[in-house]
């Protein structure tokens, strides 16, 4: 059991000191670091910006990962430009089945959802029926 006069009353686990809440009052905490945000751009246009610690210029990556489609980013776009011919990235869902299938596959896969499906009654016989 906790005793109610306990330092550590009030915080979650793995937080550590000069994080908690401005609202518990004291004057231990510290001061937040001074943070900048930098923008990294790739190849379609997205622009990423993640917040770093104000260090030095060549301590802040130069290139970063794309947090919507995975490609390298620049802080400048000319590196993502030139990475993206490389195209080593990230292939969507549909991309890998077409990989694994081929239409004719992907027709008989279908069809068999289909009759499954009709003999469930969900859809009706006459409905979505091949010519």
């Not at 005793?3 to 009052?25: C, D, E, N």
């Not at 937040?32 to 210029?57: M, N």
């Amino acid at each position: 059991m906790v005793h109610p006069v306990s330092g550590f009353r009030g915080t979650r686990a793995g937080v550590t000191a000069g994080t908690g809440s401005s609202l518990q009052g004291g004057a231990g905490h510290g001061n937040p670091l001074p943070r900048i945000r930098i923008s990294y751009w790739c190849a379609k246009g997205h622009v990423t910006e993640p917040v770093f610690l104000q260090l030095p210029d060549v301590q802040i990556p130069a290139v970063w990962d794309c947090r919507r489609c995975g490609a390298p980013a620049s802080r400048d776009g000319s590196e993502a430009a030139v990475t993206e011919a490389l195209d080593d990235g990230y292939k969507t869902h549909l991309e890998y089945v077409k990989e694994r299938r081929s239409d004719q596959d992907a027709e008989d896969v279908l069809a068999g959802a289909l009759e499954r499906l009709r003999a469930r009654g969900v859809l009706p016989d006459e409905l979505l029926r091949d010519p």
